[in-house]
């Protein structure tokens, strides 16, 4: 008997016991519709234990602790586009306007930082034939793309 439930314990799904608290985003200038494409790519479990289920809790989760701002310190609205499912994690779709493109816009990423004291987030922009990436972590100020 104690062999059998020591073997079910191990059959047991650890939830939430992934060894790292991270995300990456991806910002993606698209010069065609003077637009940015941004995918957020979370782990589920996490994400929605933070923000709930379905788009508009997502959404509004989200939009705080991702900012975009122009070189003045602008603003730039990020709008809401879709959330899918990619095995464990969750895909977190949203567009901006950046006409002028992303040198220069100052981003802010704080997603779970408030949650896990070793969250990182990882922010990778491509834009005018360059690639270039920020890293964040708990109490990190926004950060301007070269």
Not at 34 to 63: H, I
């Amino acid at each position: 008997m104690r062999g059998r439930l020591a073997a079910a314990c191990f059959a047991l799904p650890l939830v939430g016991a992934h060894p790292m608290h991270t995300s990456v985003t991806e910002l993606t200038h698209e010069p065609a519709t003077r637009s940015v494409a941004v995918t957020v790519r979370v782990f589920a479990d996490d994400f929605t234990a933070a923000a709930g289920a379905g788009d508009s809790a997502a959404a509004g989760y989200l939009r705080p602790r991702l900012t975009l701002a122009d070189g003045a310190g602008r603003p730039i609205a990020l709008r809401w586009e879709r959330l899918e499912t990619a095995g464990d994690a969750l895909l977190l779709r949203l567009r901006a306007d950046a006409p002028t493109g992303l040198a220069g816009v100052r981003v802010r990423h704080t997603l779970l930082c408030e949650r896990f004291d070793d969250q990182v987030n990882i922010v990778r922009a491509i834009y005018a034939g360059r690639r270039a990436t920020l890293l964040f972590t708990s109490g990190d100020e926004a950060k301007a793309l070269p």
